[in-house]
């Protein structure tokens, strides 16, 4: 079983900043892809952006230019900087990363933080 734990979502005003983290545990062998979607309630669930082992980043163009995702392999963690925030940037932000165990291949989502951008 693979835990996903999500920190640092918030209230902050437009133009701001704030910087989300999601620390994975548990039976890991090997972490593939991490990934930030966010959702609003009564719509589907987006995808934010994606970062795979080696690097590679993909963004909704809603963020581009704004948002940067990062990760560190060593620490199992997956970080998601938000700048420049928007009211349409409230959502709340769910980790999502695919893996395998020492048994099979599995895909975990964390428990969601709230970000909500208002004056």
């Known amino acids: 079983q693979v835990q996903l734990v999500e920190s640092g979502g918030g209230l902050v005003q437009p133009g701001g900043s704030l910087r989300l983290s999601c620390v994975a545990s548990?039976?890991?062998?090997?972490?593939?892809?991490m990934g930030w979607y966010r959702q609003v309630l009564g719509k589907q669930r987006e995808l934010v952006a994606v970062?795979?082992?080696?690097?590679?980043?993909n963004y909704a163009d809603s963020v581009k230019g704004r948002f940067t995702i990062s990760r560190d392999n060593a620490e199992n963690t997956v970080y998601l900087q938000m700048n420049s925030l928007k009211p349409e940037d409230t959502a709340v932000y769910y980790c999502?990363?695919?893996?395998?165990?020492?048994?099979?291949?599995?895909?975990?989502w964390g428990q969601g933080t709230q970000v909500t951008v208002s004056s």
């Open positions: 999502n990363v695919g893996f395998t165990t020492t048994t099979m291949p599995g895909r975990s």
């Open positions: 548990g039976s890991i062998f090997t972490i593939y892809d």
């Open positions: 970062i795979s082992p080696g690097g590679s980043t």
